[in-house]
């Protein structure tokens, strides 16, 4: 398939970037919203090249980079490329990422800027949103999250939040799990799922994200909700 970068000026938080979509992932989300990403592809130097024409042509335009996918670490080379044409041209770099593979983070963490944690489920659960996991994914995710704390690198945890997948005590169950600098729960969406089912499943209130957010206890210093209706909404910090 072909790599189409995207301009954004939400997917890096203050900062104007091309977002990066990487085909392939090693988890097959229910909710998944970019379904035809799932298939994992071979990126080719052409498309590597197409990148970096794209980084090219709106230099000025830019601060920085984000990895994205799909799972992008399951594309380690390709990653290393992008990586090294931002920093020549002292762009910033965002990865998103499953933390499913910590051993590949290890490799780029140095050059890394900003993580977006995807935390699915609590972790011991992960079985509730897809059928398609590793055995030890709560010992890989901590691990990743062990390495970008050691990096000192900022690390954003993101929780989507599906009816009937989930529930408000998930979310509490989750933070008491994860180490962060900012937690985020995203409204579930139904207007494109890799499980057709979810279609008909309620996109959840913003009212009622709102409620299950106020009343965690935890010590996460930063809580934001992000949903169709009002965007990104900081509940907590900054």
């Known amino acids: 398939m072909d790599i189409q970068p995207t301009y954004s000026s939400l997917d890096f938080p203050g900062k104007m970037a091309l977002v990066i979509f990487n085909p392939g992932c090693d988890l097959a989300c229910k909710y998944c919203h970019n379904p035809q990403l799932l298939k994992h592809e071979t990126i080719t130097d052409d498309q590597i090249n197409n990148?970096?024409?794209?980084?090219?042509?709106d230099i000025d335009f830019i601060d920085g980079i984000v990895i994205s996918g799909g799972e992008p670490l399951l594309s380690l080379n390709a990653v290393k490329k992008y990586i090294g044409l931002a920093k020549k041209e002292?762009?910033?770099?965002?990865?998103?990422?499953?933390?499913?593979?910590?051993?590949n983070l290890k490799k780029i963490i140095g050059d890394i800027d900003y993580i977006a944690l995807d935390i699915k489920a609590p972790l011991d659960e992960y079985?509730?949103?897809?059928?398609?996991?590793?055995n030890n994914i709560a010992e890989k995710i901590l691990d990743t999250m062990s390495i970008i704390k050691r990096a000192n690198v900022f690390l954003e945890c993101r929780t989507t939040y599906v009816?009937?997948?989930?529930y408000p005590?998930?979310?509490?169950?989750?933070?008491?799990?994860?180490?962060?600098?900012?937690?985020?729960l995203q409204q579930f969406r139904n207007r494109v799922t890799l499980d057709s089912s979810l279609s008909f499943t309620k996109e959840p209130l913003p009212k009622d994200l709102q409620k299950i957010l106020?009343?965690?206890?935890?010590?996460?210093?930063?809580?934001?909700?992000?949903?169709?209706q009002y965007g990104n909404q900081i509940l907590k910090g900054r």
């Open 51 to 57: 990148i970096k024409k794209a980084i090219y042509d």
């Open 163 to 166: 009816p009937e997948l989930l």
């Open 214 to 228: 106020f009343e965690l206890d935890t010590d996460i210093p930063n809580i934001h909700l992000k949903t169709r």
């Open 127 to 134: 079985y509730r949103i897809t059928s398609q996991y590793p």
């Open 169 to 184: 005590e998930d979310i509490q169950k989750i933070v008491s799990m994860i180490s962060c600098d900012q937690y985020t």
């Open 90 to 103: 002292d762009l910033l770099v965002k990865l998103d990422t499953n933390g499913a593979h910590p051993e």
